[in-house]
């Protein structure tokens, strides 16, 4: 088993390493004809970075497949379905990502098919471990006789509760040969480096410097502080403002900074909402009130109203499928099931890193990187201590320059996370 591992806080560089090391490996073992690397992820925002850093590998020559795990779990049941049918396994819907992924890790751990990806991929990386389910865990662990295993996984920055204590982690402990990085790549910042340091260790923060955690009961003295904070920033043009629930006080916030000036004349703002796309193919449902079945023209005349980018790809998935199965009306599953599809290759194929103000969930920061982060911290926050202390360092930790926590509860600073009671 050829696994090398690298662990470590976020920003040390983990994935700097897994392409320094990649590019190690291919230098004393090339890629054959027909050979590629494998490059797996949990989420598309980690995805679309470890693209950005394979492609500037010269050696590897952009031979290799970039994706997440849910995709790549696709390919094999949609490759190998007649191996299913024959284990009675019925082949399951798009978007049930879960049971995907179960029937995938059923097939490769069968020989026959790991060496059959291993004879195209004999290296495999994958990055954040941490985020990995039972289901996707084994589908990794499967492959890892046949390949050569570069992983980079850091157990403070999973997020889910269900998955502790992470199994992903234990086991590249367990295998050895693990890298544990301590030196911050992505900030030199003192003051983000150390509210990051004691958050992580269970520690109470130090508001000071560029680091600074401020009381705001209400969406007006948020968004006040918010509307300065963006106008006063000299350290880059990628904001993010940042909150563990897309909630009433998120809401509310948004809006004032979008709509209402401060005092100092600084606003409106711009804001763009990032939002799963299970939530955003939903809304689109909702709002199409589709009937039980409608003709292509119909289907047409439904979605005319949207953006283009929607409207065509809804259609172009339609129209593939009367090409190819000659086929004339369409359900209302089928045309839900197409919206569905849209929404997640949108989320697959276009970044959104770039510049500009966005609000989003730690969550969907997590893997990203932003010049200025403003973390609104409502009232009301699900799971434990621990959790907490998860949450707030993953926002933390995203900023380069610049991290301003807006508390909503006033109390809410004189507890875990932000201050503990003395011993």
């Known amino acids: 088993m050829n696994i090398r591992s690298f662990s470590g806080a976020a920003g040390c560089g983990k994935t700097y390493q897994l392409m320094a090391t990649l590019s190690a490996h291919l230098e004393d073992r090339p890629l054959q004809d027909g050979q590629k690397v494998l490059a797996l992820t949990f989420m598309h925002g980690s995805r679309r970075r470890l693209d950005d850093r394979l492609a500037g ?144 260790s269970g520690q109470a923060p130090l508001s000071a410097g560029n680091f600074k955690v401020v009381a705001t009961p209400n969406a007006g003295m948020a968004g006040t502080w918010i509307s300065n904070a963006i106008c006063w920033n000299r350290a880059g043009n990628r904001v993010a403002i940042i909150t563990p629930t897309m909630g009433t006080f998120a809401n509310q916030v948004r809006q004032w900074v979008e709509s209402r000036t401060t005092s100092r004349q600084n606003g409106p703002h711009r804001v763009s909402l990032e939002q799963p796309e299970s939530v955003r193919s939903r809304a689109l ?64 194929f276009v970044g959104n890193d770039g510049a500009g103000v966005r609000l989003l969930t730690i969550h969907g920061a997590k893997n990203r990187e932003f010049d200025l982060v403003l973390v609104l911290w409502p009232a009301a926050i699900s799971g434990d201590e621990m959790q907490k202390r998860r949450l707030l360092y993953n926002a933390i930790t995203r900023a380069k320059s610049q991290c301003l926590v807006l508390v909503q509860r006033a109390q809410a600073m004189s507890l875990p996370p932000f201050t503990y009671p003395a011993q």
Request: glycine residues 2%; proline residues 3%; contains cysteine.
């Open 57 to 200: 590998i010269a050696r590897l020559n952009c031979r290799y497949d970039c994706t997440t795990l849910d995709s790549f779990a696709w390919r094999i049941v949609c490759r190998w379905r007649a191996l299913l049918a024959h284990l009675g396994e019925e082949f399951p819907d798009v978007g049930a990502y879960e049971r995907v992924c179960e029937l995938a890790s059923t097939l490769i751990a069968r020989d026959e098919v790991a060496r059959w990806v291993a004879a195209t991929f004999p290296v495999v990386v994958v990055d954040e471990a941490q985020d990995l389910t039972p289901s996707r865990l084994a589908i990794v662990q499967s492959l890892a006789p046949h390949v050569a295993l570069l992983v980079a996984s850091d157990e403070f920055q999973c997020l889910v509760e269900e998955l502790r204590p992470n199994a992903a982690c234990e086991w590249l402990a367990a295998v050895g040969n693990e890298v544990v990085l301590e030196q911050a790549q992505r900030t030199n910042d003192r003051y983000l480096l150390a509210a990051a340091r004691a958050v992580r």
């Open 285 to 348: 449902i909702d709002t199409l009130a589709l009937p039980a079945q409608a003709s292509l023209a119909e289907a047409r005349a439904l979605i005319a109203d949207q953006p283009r980018s929607i409207k065509l790809d809804f259609i172009n998935l339609l129209d593939r499928q009367r090409r190819t199965k000659g086929q004339a009306i369409f359900s209302r599953e089928e045309m839900e099931s197409a919206i569905l599809q849209v929404f997640s290759n949108q989320r697959r």
